[in-house]
């Protein structure tokens, strides 16, 4: 069967869109046309998706028709051709993404032969982030991951790169696109094999390319109202179904097959090089001699497709292998009526007209392609002359640019007069069109620049201030490391350096961090530099390294964590009422703040609760996660002002005889407990600590600044400083040294930017909360270079997008988050909220979780309780009977339960849970994803919900380590931490950022109250909270983005807000404001700025 297909359209979902182009509306529209075969578009929206599942019905296999296929009429009074309408279910991906060290956004095409695959692949894609704010969801998604995701859940589907010259967003697009296939689908490019040619090129200029000789090229609409269907289309000649239009476009070299109908490529948008804001209009050849700069403002100019595929062309002439489909080149007949009318094309007569027309010919496309000229004529023989015109191609073309759409005309100017007469038109007479041939010469491919060229890179040889660390001989060395000095190089390459130079033995060695993503990032990079002997060196927490020691002198001992301890009181002190269970917690937090500060009394007996809560750990092998540290010091030293065990040194002593080196992260954070630990090492160890005063934060959590200046002033210490800052802008270092200045307690080191940006900070006094995150979410898009074609760059961002992972918003309070992550769904732009309950903690995948912890072999008592509480027959009385009996860790905890006498109930639903963690614990040594996924239903689980597949997706990147898998849900049970390899913008609390790096940041809510924070009655450090500031701002590489809100609502409570006093105390000249100018200079110091 031979047949027409527009192949992409877009919904009303779908931003810009016409809201006619309902189902109905489109079928409509498509018989006016002469259209058999429609894309969906948007199979992705869940509104689109549930009118698609309840408007259509099955026909042809993998084709859809209208349930109600009563099709209104587009134009009134018009009855087109009948065509037997079909809908195949489409979708197009915005993703935006790094990949090979640059920016790149990339639109795809999905097809997929039923409502089955396209609900498993919205499933995954609503795991990885928004689909429901646009029809074409923006994803941070890498092109290859896509086609993966299709692959795997629709096998028989395809996907087609969309219009892929097309400068900001498609695969080979000059501003963010890459040269080859191969860059950009790796090694799922051979599944790849239709190419969507977009509406500023033509098959002549794709077949200067033999790297595009094996694929189809297909060209579509791309239309979103239904009036624009069929600006371009295919042509098929084969069987009308999904699986042979695919095996057509597999194997494009036959009749199946037939032709394209094409835009004259010039009317496209893109075509030509160009500045629109100047009405700069060149090409290819003329761009490369201004050096691609405007001649006008001298900025640079968008680089247009022919340009482009001038760079990548390797022909002078067109190839077409034999059996290439034919090309279709048409003017859209509402334009060519214009012309003939002397009107626009949207008119009223010339839709009148245009009615007639297809009335009499059936449908447009009939009349451009099919009909006889001779039949034409009878009609009008000036249409029959412009038609001919348009089949030789013999027609005047003013090309497109820079978003500008082109004009192709018919007739010469003055000719149009001559029409009324017809007197030119039928004389044999010929225009010829003024254009000039196109040079297909190609063109040097340029060599795109670094995307952080112009960023100074941490050097590969270290400077002389981190090499005087490096290779110092002292035993004890402080290193005062600034941001972005280079701080975990350093201390890497010092471990590198021992090994090397001293022969020092790994096995000897702890690495002490702060934070177990410090601890990652630290030991990646021994891995990467030392291979093997990396595994030899103990690397984590100090809470991580104090385990290491328990565990060896005892494994089966049990750490108590916040999660534990209720279940652990019941058990050890049943004896306690609700009261007095209260008391002891408050009891606990009191004696271990204290501990932590250094501040607990050696003369003062504890409460007697407390002690009885002590006592009760050595007789059970169990420690609080609280005390864990201080009990480590304990055991290496027979200290009686920590009074938790009430032993003498043990064993443990020998364990600090063999660190031969310390290495201590974060030393500005340490409390009283861990600084002893470090002396206690110390003793028989070389000590390498590194740190930055001004960077102390924690002070609330029991961190003790004034321990760094102690150790400072230690005998025997050697004190080195970094001072060269990679990361920050002057301006940002600039402001940042200035605020932190105004410390008593400040570091005295300077930092020197190596940075040369002349950027400065930009500050913006927003009307209120709301107002504050639509302006964040202005600039990242104005950041990102556009979202879609709707948004594109303003200039503000010059020629370098980003991608979403470099846009960080830091702010004091997480209460803050929620308007500008709402704002940000809004937009379709994905984000990670940092910080919140993770997603496999909320109710709909609690299950799963608990399942998954219950399922190793270290499972607690607690974490089989909560997988077995809501079983059937399982009530509060055989919990209690559970939590008496059995012991905390209980490896055997199925085996032991029955062994009780349970109610029937309880003991059948306790045994089939007990087999089916068996069957999933023997199924997962082959992979964790495919037996969670089975397991799921039992549950109460969908398996295909977005969120079953976030977890789903999670547990395949462990492989079949499910004790790695369940380490990582128990790590990170507290809240969210910062995923780095997630393509999103990301939004978390000032402290939540230490230790990380954006290329851009914005700090939100920088108010009295809010920071220094003293809302809610809290009592806060000035100090302290003016380092938090200084962390927060130094976070940022490129640009810093600062906000002060008129008007907040924060718990509830709506206030004017005054701007903080720290923002006063950065430089004025280092300020640039944004719209409202609210920042004025004081007259007595031009430095400062009068806020109000």
Not at 149 to 162: K, T
Not at 182 to 187: I, Q, R
């Amino acid at each position: 069967m031979r047949y027409i297909a527009d192949l992409h359209i877009h919904s009303p979902f779908s931003r810009a869109t016409s809201k006619a182009g309902n189902l109905q509306g489109l079928a409509a529209w498509a018989m006016v046309k002469g259209i058999h075969l429609l894309g969906t578009g948007d199979f992705t929206h869940p509104g689109w998706f549930s009118q698609l599942k309840e408007q259509l019905v099955p026909a042809e296999p993998g084709f859809f028709k209208l349930k109600n296929e009563t099709i209104p009429q587009a134009l009134p009074q018009v009855t087109p051709e009948a065509l037997p309408i079909r809908f195949l279910l489409t979708a197009e991906i915005s993703s935006i993404y790094k990949r090979h060290g640059a920016v790149r956004k990339v639109h795809n095409l999905l097809y997929v032969p039923d409502f089955a695959s396209a609900e498993r692949i919205n499933s995954v894609l609503a795991g990885i982030g928004n689909i429901e704010s646009d029809g074409r969801p923006i994803l941070g998604l890498d092109s290859r991951d896509l086609l993966e995701i299709l692959l795997e859940n629709a096998p028989e589907g395809f996907l087609v790169p969309a219009h892929i010259w097309t400068p900001w967003f498609s695969l080979f697009g000059s501003r963010s696109g890459f040269d080859t296939i191969e860059e950009c689908y790796g090694d799922l490019s051979p599944h790849v094999f239709a190419l969507e040619t977009g509406l500023s090129s033509d098959p002549d200029m794709n077949r200067l390319i033999p790297a595009l000789d094996r694929f189809a090229l297909i060209s579509n609409s791309d239309c979103h109202s239904p009036s624009k269907l069929g600006r371009e289309a295919n042509i098929f000649n084969t069987g009308f179904n999904f699986f042979d239009l695919r095996q057509a476009l597999k194997n494009p070299l036959t009749d199946a097959f037939s032709a394209t109908i094409e835009f004259y490529p010039e009317e496209g948008k893109y075509h030509c090089d160009g500045h629109r804001n100047c009405g700069v209009c060149i090409e290819p050849i003329e761009t490369r001699k201004l050096g691609a700069i405007c001649p006008a403002c001298h900025k640079p100019l968008t680089v247009g497709v022919l340009h482009r595929v001038m760079e990548l062309a390797e022909r002078t002439e067109p190839y077409y292998p034999p059996g290439s489909p034919g090309v279709h080149s048409l003017i859209p007949l509402p334009e060519v009526l214009g012309e003939i009318l002397g009107a626009g094309p949207a008119t009223k007569g010339v839709m009148a007209l245009y009615s007639k027309v297809v009335a009499r010919f059936g449908s447009e496309f009939n009349l451009l392609i099919n009909t006889p000229v001779d039949e034409i004529n009878l009609m009008s023989p000036v249409l029959g002359e412009a038609v001919t015109r348009i089949r030789a191609g013999n027609v005047i073309r003013t090309p497109g640019y820079d978003g500008e759409f082109g004009v192709i005309r018919v007739f010469a100017e003055g000719e149009r007069e001559e029409l009324a007469g017809q007197i030119s038109l039928f004389s044999g007479k010929k225009t010829k069109s003024p254009s000039k041939k196109k040079d297909r010469t190609p063109l040097p491919l340029e060599k795109k620049p670094s995307p952080s060229a112009d960023k100074p890179q941490p050097p590969r040889k270290p400077n002389p201030e981190q090499l005087a660390a490096i290779a110092c001989k002292a035993e004890t060395i402080l290193v005062a490391a600034g941001p972005g000095t280079g701080k975990t190089f350093t201390l890497v390459a010092r471990i590198e350096h021992l090994l090397t130079a001293e022969n020092a033995r790994p096995e000897e060695m702890v690495a002490i961090t702060f934070t177990n993503r410090a601890a990652r990032e630290m030991q990646t990079r021994l891995d990467r530099d030392l291979g093997a002997a990396a595994q030899a060196i103990f690397v984590g927490t100090f809470h991580a390294y104090c385990l290491s020691l328990l565990r060896e002198e005892n494994p089966d001992f049990i750490v108590i964590g916040e999660d534990d301890r209720d279940l652990y009181l019941r058990k050890m002190l049943p004896d306690l009422s609700p009261a007095e269970h209260h008391i002891l917690k408050k009891q606990l937090t009191s004696y271990v703040e204290q501990i932590n500060r250094g501040t607990l009394p050696t003369d003062t007996a504890l409460p007697g609760l407390l002690q009885r809560y002590l006592a009760s750990f050595m007789p059970n092998r169990a420690i609080d996660l609280d005390l864990l540290i201080p009990w480590c010091v304990e055991r290496l030293r027979d200290d009686p002002a920590f009074a938790i065990t009430n032993r003498a040194k043990a064993s443990l002593i020998r364990e600090r005889a063999r660190v031969a080196h310390l290495f201590v992260d974060e030393f500005q954070d340490l409390n009283h407990p861990q600084y002893q630990l470090v002396l206690l090492l110390g003793e028989q160890a070389r000590i390498f600590a590194i740190g930055d005063p001004n960077q102390a934060i924690y002070g609330f959590r029991g961190s003790d600044l004034t321990l760094f200046q102690r150790f400072r002033e230690r005998e025997g210490v050697t004190t080195l400083s970094l001072i060269r800052n990679y990361r920050s802008a002057p301006a940002i270092i600039d402001g940042a040294s200035a605020l932190i200045r105004r410390n008593r307690q400040s570091g005295d080191t300077q930092l020197l930017p190596e940075s040369t940006g002349t950027a400065l900070i930009e500050w913006h006094r927003p009307a209120n909360a709301q107002a504050e995150a639509e302006f964040i979410v202005r600039r990242i898009e104005e950041g990102l270079g556009g979202i879609s074609s709707l948004s594109l760059p303003t200039g503000r961002n010059g020629d370098q997008p980003r991608s979403f992972a470099d846009f960080a918003v830091l702010y004091r309070l997480s209460q803050m988050a929620e308007p500008i992550a709402e704002a940000l769904h809004r937009k379709g732009i994905p984000f990670q909220l940092v910080g919140a309950t993770p997603f496999y903690l909320k109710p709909a995948l609690k299950a799963a979780c608990h399942f998954l912890l219950a399922s190793v072999a270290d499972a607690s008592l607690h974490e089989h309780l909560l997988l077995i509480a809501d079983l059937p027959g399982v009530g509060e009385a055989t919990i209690s009977l559970l939590e008496k009996e059995l012991p905390l860790r209980c490896p055997d905890f199925h085996g032991e339960a029955l062994s009780l006498h349970l109610p029937a109930g309880a003991a059948k639903s306790i045994r089939d849970m007990g087999e089916t963690l068996k069957k999933f614990r023997n199924a997962a040594e082959q992979g964790l994803a495919h037996p969670l996924a089975e397991v799921m239903p039992e549950l109460g689980i969908d398996p295909q919900s977005p969120e079953a597949q976030r977890l789903l997706h999670l547990a395949n990147a462990f492989g079949d380590n499910l004790q790695a898998f369940c380490e990582h849900l128990r790590q990170n049970a507290q809240a969210t931490i910062y995923d780095e390899r997630a393509e999103a913008v990301a939004l978390m609390t000032m402290h939540g950022a230490k230790g990380l790096e954006f290329p851009v940041v914005f700090l939100a809510g920088l108010e009295e109250e809010i920071l220094p924070c003293t809302i809610a009655n809290r009592d806060s450090d000035v100090e302290e909270e003016r380092r938090l500031l200084y962390v927060a701002m130094t976070r940022a590489q490129e640009s810093l983005i600062l906000s002060a809100a008129a008007s907040r609502t924060i718990f509830n409570r709506t206030n004017n807000q005054r701007v903080s006093r720290f923002i006063q105390e950065i430089p004025a000249a280092l300020l640039s404001e944004t719209e409202q100018p609210l920042v004025k200079r004081r007259k007595a110091d031009s430095r400062q700025l009068q806020l109000f």
